[in-house]
């Protein structure tokens, strides 16, 4: 009989005993639904709005941190390797904004100089080469001699870059004032910066150089140079017919030459993404040193 009771008030109870009832539904309502789909969408557009905005002009202003485009020669970690290297050299030393046609001084050290330090001034003739190996040439006339100076631009001997006058040319490459009159590479030693207000663009200096007679250090003739005034007047017949023979006009429609001989745009702006914040402190910060510098603190009245 025990048993029996036992097995009966076991029953009763299981049968007596409360379900837990759900009086709300797991699935999400509408309502709820574009609720988080319109979070999703405000959090996608913020990350789009975070994303940096390289400015169009970089590969113009900064071409040294763009890898040599030929192929055989591109490594993609020495690559990044040296544009760490190239930003932590720019946090040391300003290295500003200058092209082909600027006047510069470049304060270098030089163990056998007076000072321990030599300045030379002169224009901007060419810039070559990439990376940490990027370089540019300085050309100036002291005392009725031409006299070019070849400075690495981040070799770390160099003290001061100062741009004197911001320009650019007519041509991407200013060899020929080997050839030209002495007064188109002259430069004063002493002469003073000109500065620009910040958002003007670089003026383009449309002078047009005269070249000596003949003999030349190369066939001007033969590289179409929208700088040069007087090239047919030391011309013949025969320099204009080698001239023709050598001319390749279809090279401009050859777009996997264009192709070789460039870095695409979709790769262009994932190197400038990639140093563009660094690059742009580092323009803030050269900013408020030249307000710095200006400013010029009252004198206390008595």
């Known amino acids: ?42 959090d996608a557009s913020v990350q789009s709005i975070r994303k940096p905005i390289v400015p169009a002009n970089y590969r113009f202003v900064y071409p040294e941190f763009l890898p040599d485009p030929k192929v055989e020669w591109r490594n993609s970690i020495r690559e990044k390797l040296e544009r760490l290297d190239m930003l932590n050299r720019r946090r040391q ?56 100076v070849v400075y690495e631009l ?31 590479s002259t430069f004063d030693e002493n002469m003073e910066a000109e500065t620009l207000e910040d958002g003007t663009p670089v003026p383009v200096n449309d002078i047009k150089v005269v070249l000596r007679p003949r003999p030349w250090l190369e066939r001007w003739e033969r590289q179409n140079l929208r700088g040069v005034a007087n090239i047919d007047q030391y011309l013949k017949d025969k320099h204009r017919k080698s001239s023709e023979k050598v001319q390749k006009p ?15 745009e979709e790769e262009q702006k994932e190197i400038f993404a990639e140093v563009h914040t660094e690059l742009h402190t580092l323009e803030l910060q050269r900013k408020r040193n030249k307000r710095k510098r200006t400013f010029v603190k009252p004198k206390q009245l008595a």
């Open 1 to 42: 009989m025990n048993v029996n009771a036992k097995f009966l008030t076991n029953r009763v109870t299981q049968q007596c005993v409360l379900k837990r009832i759900v009086t709300f539904s797991t699935k999400p309502t509408q309502q709820a639904a574009t609720t988080v789909a319109q979070q999703h969408q405000q």
């Open 93 to 148: 030393i300003e290295l500003p904004e200058f092209y082909v046609g600027s006047i510069l001084a470049v304060t270098s050290s030089d163990p056998h100089a007076a000072g321990k330090t030599s300045r030379f001034v002169g224009i901007c003739i060419h810039r070559e080469r990439c990376g940490l190996r990027a370089r540019f040439i300085l050309r100036n006339v002291i005392d009725h001699q031409g006299i070019e």
């Open 154 to 184: 981040y070799d770390p001997t160099i003290q001061k870059v100062e741009v004197l006058r911001l320009e650019k040319r007519l041509d991407d490459s200013l060899f020929y004032l080997r050839d030209a009159l002495p007064e188109f």
């Open 250 to 264: 279809w090279e401009k429609y050859d777009l996997m030459k264009q192709y070789r001989a460039t870095i695409p």
